[in-house]
């Protein structure tokens, strides 16, 4: 799979993406990450990416030209003008980062996971020219009910979300997959007694957080490791591990439970 980052700071990206899963991804070649300067596509002498907006206000937005010309750059391919029905292809997301975008989940990562390239643009200052959402952007994308000064932390995070997924990129399979928000709720042991709790229990269980997990030693300044996890009863450890995923879902993230 092939990530694509269009940025003014392409020297953020020096670091965040070369450690852990995402550096193992790309040494094995499961995973290519290309950065793109935007400023390459400026025409002025400044290499200005931004102006001021229609009809006033505070701040700048970036200008619709570069970042036109950056994505056809990258993709070899004009991307349409007034009237024409832009594509990028059924297997290439172009993903605009913006705090005005749908909200990204584990869904939204398995739905890139199925995809062989993603352009991200990362946005920056007051906002991005609108035409850029409406006619390049396949998708435009926030992680958060927050306001970041762009959008090159959430593409970073989105990389790694979605590598998480690739056939390969983790040691274990299995991780991926009993990890809160996977589609097999806290666990196998969870996953295995889901014939039993009928459709609508079922899809809950889909967005429950992880349970809890204990190392050694199985004593710490007087905090002890729950019996039930030292006792070799699997049953019971499965029920333990569903009831405390439930409860940590109730008290840090009660939403979802509504959901």
Same mark, same amino acid.
């Given at each position: 799979?092939?990530?694509?980052?269009?940025?003014?700071?392409?020297?953020?990206?020096?670091?965040?993406?070369?450690?852990?899963?995402?550096?193992?991804?790309?040494?094995?070649?499961?995973?290519?990450?290309?950065?793109?300067?935007?400023?390459?596509?400026?025409?002025?002498?400044?290499?200005?990416?931004?102006?001021?907006?229609?009809?006033?206000?505070?701040?700048?937005?970036?200008?619709?030209?570069?970042?036109?010309?950056?994505?056809?750059?990258?993709?070899?391919?004009?991307?349409?003008?007034?009237?024409?029905?832009?594509?990028?292809?059924?297997?290439?997301? &172009? /993903?605009?980062?913006?705090?005005?975008?749908?909200?990204? $989940?584990?869904? #939204? =990562?398995?739905?890139? @996971?199925?995809? *062989?390239? &993603? /352009?991200?643009?990362?946005?920056?200052?007051?906002?991005? $020219?609108?035409? #850029? =959402?409406?006619?390049? @952007?396949?998708? *435009?994308?926030?992680?958060?009910?927050?306001?970041?000064?762009?959008?090159?932390?959430?593409?970073?995070?989105?990389?790694? @979300?979605?590598?998480?997924?690739?056939?390969?990129?983790?040691?274990?399979?299995?991780?991926?997959?009993?990890?809160?928000?996977?589609?097999?709720?806290?666990?196998?042991?969870?996953?295995?007694?889901?014939?039993?709790?009928?459709?609508?229990?079922?899809?809950?269980?889909?967005?429950?957080?992880?349970?809890?997990?204990?190392?050694?030693?199985?004593?710490?300044?007087?905090?002890?490791?729950?019996?039930?996890?030292?006792?070799?009863?699997?049953?019971?450890?499965?029920?333990?591990?569903?009831?405390?995923?439930?409860?940590?879902?109730?008290?840090?993230?009660?939403?979802?439970?509504?959901?």
């Amino acid at each position: 799979m092939r990530f694509d980052l269009i940025t003014i700071f392409p020297e953020f990206f020096t670091g965040p993406l070369d450690y852990g899963i995402l550096r193992r991804a790309q040494e094995t070649g499961l995973v290519e990450v290309g950065i793109q300067d935007l400023r390459v596509f400026t025409k002025d002498k400044h290499r200005s990416v931004d102006d001021r907006p229609f009809g006033g206000g505070e701040g700048m937005v970036l200008k619709p030209a570069p970042l036109f010309e950056a994505v056809e750059y990258l993709l070899g391919q004009p991307m349409g003008a007034s009237g024409e029905n832009i594509s990028a292809g059924p297997k290439t997301g &172009i /993903v605009l980062l913006s705090a005005a975008g749908k909200l990204f $989940d584990q869904e #939204v =990562a398995r739905r890139f @996971a199925q995809l *062989e390239r &993603i /352009v991200f643009i990362c946005g920056r200052y007051e906002g991005v $020219d609108e035409r #850029v =959402a409406e006619h390049l @952007a396949t998708e *435009e994308i926030s992680i958060g009910n927050f306001v970041l000064s762009g959008g090159e932390l959430p593409a970073a995070l989105i990389i790694d @979300a979605v590598t998480r997924l690739l056939p390969g990129a983790l040691g274990n399979e299995a991780s991926s997959q009993n990890e809160s928000f996977s589609e097999n709720g806290t666990g196998g042991e969870i996953s295995r007694e889901r014939q039993t709790l009928g459709p609508a229990r079922s899809a809950r269980k889909k967005m429950i957080l992880d349970f809890p997990h204990y190392t050694r030693p199985a004593e710490y300044r007087g905090w002890s490791v729950p019996e039930v996890l030292l006792g070799g009863n699997h049953a019971e450890v499965a029920k333990w591990r569903q009831e405390k995923a439930m409860e940590k879902t109730r008290r840090n993230r009660p939403e979802l439970l509504d959901e």
